[in-house]
């Protein structure tokens, strides 16, 4: 069991709470594997870019599990700001600002912008003022990306301005913002950004 299928990579280990770095602990079939809903892994391939450290941003020959997800939270529980200074980019914005404490329960980590669906190309926004070149310049899964959450995936949604799902790269737009990950009618998911104030669905991933 391994999120990149190579047995050469050894058996799939958890990650450590901030989501940096592996730890010693299995991902259990037994019992972890019922958390996760699929792989974002293109077909004889990998995805171009994964983080792994603040060391290894843009890693290659990796794929991604990611989880079931789960109900809307509150971004500033668990990070208030991209303003820090342990991101590996300083108190500059960052692609890997932190994790939250769901995902760190888990062993799993928020996925980063670059993980996801996101199609500045195809969405028709954009990346309204990113990327972060100043953390460097990844390559975009796009289609072959972590998914956003579907419409009403948990009941009834508490925003007027549709739903969307944390990512862990900050906006370069405002201190206290994130991009989210918004669902459309096409493959690729809409890029956004709010206040860490406002709640979205969470979805964890393992590398």
Do not use: H
Request: glycine residues 10%.
């Amino acid at each position: 069991m391994n999120s990149t299928g190579l047995w050469s990579l050894g058996w799939q280990k958890k990650l450590t709470t901030n989501g940096k770095n592996f730890s010693s602990d299995n991902f259990l079939y037994s019992t972890d594997s019922s958390k996760l809903e699929g792989r974002a892994c293109p077909t004889n391939a990998t995805l171009p870019n994964v983080f792994l450290s603040d060391t290894n941003k843009f890693a290659t020959g990796r794929c991604l599990y990611y989880d079931k997800g789960s109900n809307s939270q509150q971004l500033s529980l668990d990070i208030s700001s991209w303003n820090l200074s342990n991101t590996g980019n300083g108190t500059q914005p960052a692609w890997y600002e932190g994790n939250n404490t769901r995902c760190g329960n888990r062993g799993m980590r928020l996925p980063t912008a670059f993980e996801t669906r996101i199609d500045p190309d195809t969405d028709g926004k954009g990346w309204n003022g990113y990327p972060l070149t100043q953390d460097g310049i990844p390559l975009l899964a796009k289609q072959d990306g972590v998914p956003a959450l579907p419409a009403n995936s948990f009941g009834a949604w508490n925003r007027t301005n549709g739903e969307a799902t944390q990512t862990a790269t900050a906006s370069t737009s405002q201190v206290t913002a994130f991009i989210v990950v918004k669902p459309t009618n096409v493959s690729a998911g809409g890029g956004g950004a709010d206040d860490t104030t406002d709640f979205y669905y969470v979805r964890c991933v393992l590398p």
